[in-house]
């Protein structure tokens, strides 16, 4: 019990010192192992190995310029990918199913139009695409989420608009066990969209928005759908 003041002290000091101070542990001679010995050099390599990484990845830089260099989370490699395309803003209710992607969006400096209603989100998109002539892009949560956003999505597909619209999912692993707003999204927006699909692996996400990308805005343009778990 003794040992976690000091041990926290330990941490909080530069990395630089931490290594000075525990190589003094591990070899003065006259050092005595006690237990705030012991507890100290464990934590002090333990803090030294994560700053180690931390720098290998781009030292103080921020997250999102860390992001730049370490393996991407699946919500940023969704969010990067439509920034590659073009998209600075994105018309979204919040949902649990969406966490992921709405912190992607703040690190990448995607603008997160919030709306009251999935509709309102659908039917944003529509107009954005209208009045722009660029994919406008809806994120809902899934279930209701989804179900709500139709009429917004059929409209657009009636009059050839290109729309880009992504829910949310509960995790594969868990279909047939009745999770959280769990249904069969893709089912539903096939007969109103030219591609609809569930993407199956984290590392295809951005194949699968270039996919609906090219879809959306070739030939007859028309919205289409990414169910992501």
């Known amino acids: 019990a003794r040992a976690w003041p000091l041990a926290s002290w330990w941490i909080a000091m530069s990395p630089g010192t931490l290594v000075y101070r525990f190589n003094r542990l591990r070899f003065a001679d006259d050092a005595p192992m006690s237990i705030e010995t012991c507890t100290i050099a464990a934590y002090a390599l333990h803090h030294t190995r994560r700053v180690a990484l931390i720098e290998r990845w781009g030292g103080t830089q921020d997250r999102q310029e860390r992001g730049k260099t370490a393996m991407a989370e699946p919500g940023d490699l969704l969010v990067q990918s439509l920034v590659n395309q073009g998209v600075s803003e994105v018309f979204a209710l919040s949902g649990g199913h969406l966490d992921p992607i709405f912190q992607a969006c703040a690190n990448h400096g995607v603008r997160i139009i919030d709306t009251r209603h999935e509709a309102a989100a659908a039917h944003m998109a529509d107009g954005y695409a209208r009045t722009t002539g660029k994919p406008g892009v809806a994120i809902v949560t899934a279930g209701p989420g989804v179900t709500n956003a139709i009429t917004g999505v059929a409209n657009a ?67 289409v759908f990414l169910d992501i778990p």
């Open 157 to 223: 597909y009636m009059d050839a608009i290109p729309m880009v619209c992504i829910g949310g999912r509960s995790p594969m692993r868990d279909d047939d066990r009745l999770p959280l707003q769990a249904m069969d999204q893709v089912a539903l927006m096939a007969p109103i969209t030219k591609f609809a699909r569930t993407v199956l692996q984290p590392e295809r996400i951005s194949e699968y928005l270039l996919m609906a990308w090219r879809h959306a805005t070739s030939g007859r343009p028309g919205p």
